[in-house]
């Protein structure tokens, strides 16, 4: 910054395009760690399933590699955490056929009204979410330490 004088150098445009870019990496860092993925439903990585380790795993690593559980229960063993990933449905699994879904007596309107509060027709759902994996950790009674774990894919 050579040539600006002090008053210049203290000037808000000069240090707001240096400040910008750290402010910037900040918005986007849970973007590039993978926040992503619970959007998605792929919260479960196989790869980060491969590190576990019996008796080493922390429960702190769990967290960080997984985030929080779908399901946390108590046993005598210790704490159960219970992790679900999924994956859209084909539109043969689902459970109905989408034209002949009958509308539900109290959503009877023709019309809905979404965020902008704009009026429309509500979109008739084609998709759906099944089970991609499961992985259940059992912590041992310190509650800190994997004692075992199972990973399964569908």
């Excluded at 203290?10 to 959007?39: E, Q, S, T």
């Excluded at 080493?56 to 704490?79: A, M, V």
């Excluded at 009674?141 to 569908?154: A, H, I, L, R, S």
């Amino acid at each position: 910054m050579k040539g600006l004088s002090g008053k210049e150098l203290r000037h808000p445009a000069v240090w707001g395009r240096g400040r910008l870019i750290p402010i910037l990496l900040v918005l986007a860092l849970p973007l590039l760690l993978g926040a992503w993925k619970d959007v998605s439903g792929n919260t479960i990585n196989p790869n980060y399933v491969k590190r576990i380790q019996k008796g080493k795993t922390t429960k702190n690593e769990i967290l960080l590699y997984f985030g929080d559980p779908k399901e946390i229960s108590k046993t005598d063993l210790g704490p159960v955490y219970k992790y679900v990933s999924y994956k859209d449905a084909p539109p043969d699994v689902l459970p109905y056929k989408h034209d002949k879904r009958r509308i539900q007596e109290h959503s009877d309107s023709l019309y809905v009204i979404d965020d902008q509060k704009r009026i429309r027709k509500p979109t008739v759902k084609k998709e759906g979410k099944i089970i991609r994996s499961t992985l259940t950790v059992q912590f041992q009674k310190d509650g800190e330490t994997v004692m075992t774990y199972e990973y399964k894919e569908f």
